[in-house]
């Protein structure tokens, strides 16, 4: 027997779970799994969104943005996202997600799936989501730790250059410093934390907060003969700040060097000795090659080169100006592509600018949209931005959709796509150009500016990225379907449903045929036992006792019913088959009420105790119709709400709608269910009768299927409202001119 499952030894095998992982993306895969296994669902998925949001679902995106669980608990092809219908046809049936958040930011989504309806309640919803917040925290706490040991490592390496490094307090006292601070102080590492920043540096606690921000000072130093510093910070945390001071008495930049430095936010400015010792860098070195400013500052760059040990002596050989492209290892084995000049200075060392070589990348994306645009020579397209809005139309564009240059800039992509369903083959498979860079054979209808016609398109998407690979638009790249193409496949699939009509109509004919015969072949006999039955019960073979009358009375009621299947069968068949002709003829509605097979029925509600009663609008027409089948439809209505209603009314209604007359037939009786109304109009079905006192006989299961084949014959509409136990409304509606007067009428106009 399975032990059961609480919500302590949940949390505590979770708990568990986070202590043996190593990485906030191994807690989420291990988490998932357990909990698929305590909560027994039949799918778990856990999407981070911690370190990136790169490749969430729309369905996922909506969740955080709402923050709150969102639950399907009966999916189904008209499910509200496209994913929700993706699980569906995938065989699941209930479907939740719960946003996770751990100090206000969110950590992950986590996807439930169950193949039974239902399945997420409020109580599993509410472990859910206690579960998620603990794994929230978990990957933070992780997550943290993770960047503790990185700031350790950090450090171990600043610590380690020949530039002053210190680690200060918010009030300027020195926790840690390096050999180089240690010694401008003349302590050593026991006896340091006695000290403040301004024993060094000529500088308040007030400026702290400028260094925290990233910002950079010179001030002069107050030992020694008051040499220059350059000093800057970052911050560590909300208590500490790492600062670096660098003297630079000896190499201030000009003015134009800073000029330049000011103007060229893509390049790296550096003044090196001649073992290139690196004794300045810009503040854009963090941006541009990977390593902090604090970290190159005191380093030789030959070091931080791939296969750099030979680059002094290549600059040193030198006459005027040294280039050469570089490998800067930004750690972890990771190298920046950069291209270096070196030009020799007036301080016996070299100046040294270090340019991105993200323009190639740039150029290398370029050139595979050209080579795109090369391959649909003489195609539309559309440029849009990474949401989906318009940026440029290409001249054949402009000319296809009949837009002026720039007119359509700014606006959502999705108003050049003619119906929803091409807008959601858009945004499906810009979803998936996004994650994996590119989508073809997207067939959509589009809108021609000027036009009320759809034109039919074949349609490849790409992702557009900048030098970084960050997103930056798609390119739709469009192409007309040929005319002669779409009529072909247009009559091959007409030609294919041609013969499966008529193999299909040599099957119904053949039933038809099989059941019309068996019909007539079964009421020979029955009118034969309804005369001898007629015979015994008017004493015709002598006279019959009160037993036997009521035996022969349940024969004559059978064979009343058994007779009625039988032509309902018959009025089937014929319908089926075509062979039922209406008889047009124009109808006063008010005077079909008066009708004796109608007045039977309103006589038989009245003596039930309910009330009966007919309401005709005053505009209401003569319409086109056959009586003998117009009062077959009213008395198999009516006789339905009889018998599922015992207390209350029965009203029928007539209004104008148009062209059109509807008519209603409402009672206050038992109602359908919704599995019951999806099935009602099928042949031989029939609804339960749960919650009647009186039980009638039951009834063949045709009446309905019958009455919407001739409302249809008519060119009307069938339809039901109704809840279980809340009565019903049946309606349907018929043209005022008749089916086949409309169809000339159209036809003329045509």
Sequence with gaps: MQEPVTADRIIAELLATGRMSGSPAELLEKSGAKIKELLLVDYVKVSDTYSTRAGITPLEEFAINTGKPYVDNRLSDYSAFQELVRYYNTGFRSCALLPASAGGKNVFVLTLLSRQEDTFGSALIGTSALLSEIIAYQVVAISERDRSLGLARYFDAAFDNGTMQMLVDRSGAIVKAN????????????????????????????????????????????????????????????????????????????????????????????????????????????????????????????DLVKGGSGLAAAIGASPDAYATPLKINSGNDMFTDVKSVFVRNSLGGFSCVLSNNSTEKYVDNVRK????????????????????????????????????????????????????????????????????????????????????DSLPCEQSIR???????????????????????????????????????????????MKTKFIYNISHDLKTPLTNIKGYTKLFNEGTFGELTEEQKEYITVISNESDRL????????????????????????????????????????????????????????????????????IQVFANLIGNALKFTEKGSIRLIITRRK????????????????????????????????????????????????????????????????EAGKGSTFWFTLPISGKKKRKKEEAAKQ
């Design 179 to 302: 050999k180089a601070a240690m010694a401008a102080l003349g302590k050593t590492a026991r006896d340091v934390g006695d000290r403040k920043m301004g024993d060094l540096l000529d500088m308040g606690a007030d400026m702290l907060d400028g260094l925290a921000k990233g910002r950079a000072i010179e001030v002069k130093g107050k030992r020694g003969e008051g040499a220059t510093y350059r000093v800057s910070g970052s911050r560590v945390n909300d208590k500490l700040i790492l600062i670096s001071a660098y003297d630079v008495s000896e190499s201030k930049l000009t003015e134009e060097e800073a000029r330049l430095l000011e103007h060229s936010p893509d390049d790296v400015f550096m003044l090196l000795d001649g073992d290139t010792k690196i004794s300045w860098v810009s503040g854009n070195a963090m941006k541009i090659l990977k390593i902090r400013k604090e970290i190159l500052t005191g380093s030789k760059l030959s």
């Design 659 to 722: 062209g059109n007359v509807k008519i209603e037939v409402a009672d206050t009786g038992i109602g359908i269910s919704r599995e019951d109304r999806i099935k009602l109009f099928k042949k031989f079905y029939q609804v339960q009768r749960k919650g009647l006192t009186m039980q009638e006989g039951s009834g063949t299961g045709l009446g309905l299927s019958i009455v919407k084949e001739i409302v249809n014959l008519h060119g009307g509409k069938i339809g039901v409202v109704s």
């Design 369 to 452: 949209a050209l080579e795109d645009l090369v391959d649909y020579s003489g195609d539309a397209i559309i440029s849009t931005d990474q949401f989906g809005y318009i940026k440029s139309l290409n001249k054949s564009a402009e000319k296809l959709f009949n837009y002026r240059n720039g007119e359509l800039n700014g606006n959502t992509v999705t108003l050049m796509y003619f119906d929803q369903p091409s807008q959601e083959k858009l945004s499906a498979s810009i979803a998936l150009a996004k994650a994996n860079g590119s989508v073809s054979n997207l067939f959509v209808t589009m809108r021609v500016k000027g036009s009320e």
């Design 563 to 630: 007779m009625q299947l039988i032509m309902q069968i018959l009025e089937v068949a014929k319908l089926e088959s075509g062979k039922i002709k209406l008889d047009l003829q124009q109808v006063n509605l008010n005077e079909l009420a008066k009708n004796p097979s109608l007045s039977t029925l309103a006589l038989n509600a009245q003596k039930k105790g309910l009330e009966f009663g007919w309401s005709i609008d005053y505009n209401v027409p003569e319409i086109q119709a056959d009586p003998n089948r117009l």
């Design 463 to 509: 992702s557009v990225t900048d030098a970084d690979n960050v997103l930056v638009g798609y390119m739709i790249i469009t192409k007309e379907l040929a005319t002669k193409r779409m009529n072909e496949m247009l009559q091959e699939e007409v030609d294919e449903l041609a013969r499966e009509n008529e193999r299909v109509r040599g099957e119904s004919e």
